[in-house]
């Protein structure tokens, strides 16, 4: 099955400064690549995905990259502020175009420093 | 208002009980799915189900079961053999679309601890 590998586990970034999530998938047929974000208590909730199609996705200060040579895919977000503070999850299909199965990442938690 | 409810949101049960959580949506998607979290970890498919009275064991099944009888329901039931169970669980559902995997919307998520 999928596997996907998601570093680092924490970030401490300054506000206005740039995050960047990395992760790595295994399955080459995986093709739709989802992020979320998750704050305390709650249900995550999708924040961007981008397809095998595609390398790249912007959505203001939010964008996902995608390499499929080499089998990874990164989460930008530029001039932080407080409230992106939380954990950031991406994901990866399980691949083949009959299953629906999302393989999730273990998780990201960005602190973002007054 | 659309969306993905779960109830209850806090859940206490004592070892050797079976408890069910709820999870309803009234987005008309096909497809629904139960996650288990664990604290500073990655979500883990438990079940999903793709159609009415149809469903699979995702990754960490023993000890859960689950019913498809309606499209809008998708309850899971942690039985007594579920070694683990405190846990935040969480309902998903997506569409399907032709061209696979869609977008996986979630709920608020249930928290459940055993005493």
């Known amino acids: 099955g999928e596997n996907v590998e998601q570093h680092p586990s924490t970030l401490s970034v300054q506000e206005g400064d740039s995050a960047v999530i990395k992760c790595t998938y295994s399955?080459?047929?995986?093709?739709?690549f989802p992020w979320y974000k998750q704050e305390l208590g709650k249900g995550p909730q999708l924040i961007i995905d981008?397809?095998?199609?595609?390398g790249e996705k912007k959505d203001q200060r939010i964008a996902v990259t995608l390499n499929k040579t080499a089998k990874h895919f990164s989460l930008h977000i530029t001039e932080t502020q407080p409230e992106d503070s939380a954990v950031y999850f991406c994901?990866?299909?399980?691949?083949?175009?009959?299953?629906?199965?999302?393989?999730f990442g273990a998780g990201t938690t960005v602190t973002v420093r007054a | 208002d659309g969306g993905i409810t779960q109830s209850p949101k806090y859940l206490f049960r004592k070892e050797g009980q079976n408890v069910t959580l709820s999870c309803e949506q009234n987005?008309?998607?096909?497809?629904m799915y139960w996650y288990r979290q664990d604290p500073g970890q990655g979500l883990r498919l438990i079940y999903y189900?793709?159609?009415?009275?149809?469903?699979q064991k995702g990754d960490i099944a023993e000890g859960y079961s689950v019913s498809r009888e309606k499209k809008e329901s998708f309850p899971l039931t942690v039985t007594s053999a579920q070694k683990n169970p405190t846990a935040f669980y969480l309902c998903?559902?997506?569409?399907?679309?032709?061209?696979?995997?869609?977008?996986?919307?979630f709920g608020p998520g249930t928290r459940l601890t055993v005493l």
């Open positions: 998903a559902s997506s569409p399907i679309g032709t061209t696979g995997t869609d977008t996986q919307y």
């Open positions: 981008i397809r095998s199609n595609v």
């Open positions: 994901a990866a299909s399980s691949g083949g175009s009959n299953d629906y199965k999302l393989s």
């Open positions: 189900s793709q159609i009415v009275n149809d469903f």
């Open positions: 987005l008309n998607h096909d497809a």
């Open positions: 399955d080459s047929a995986s093709n739709y």
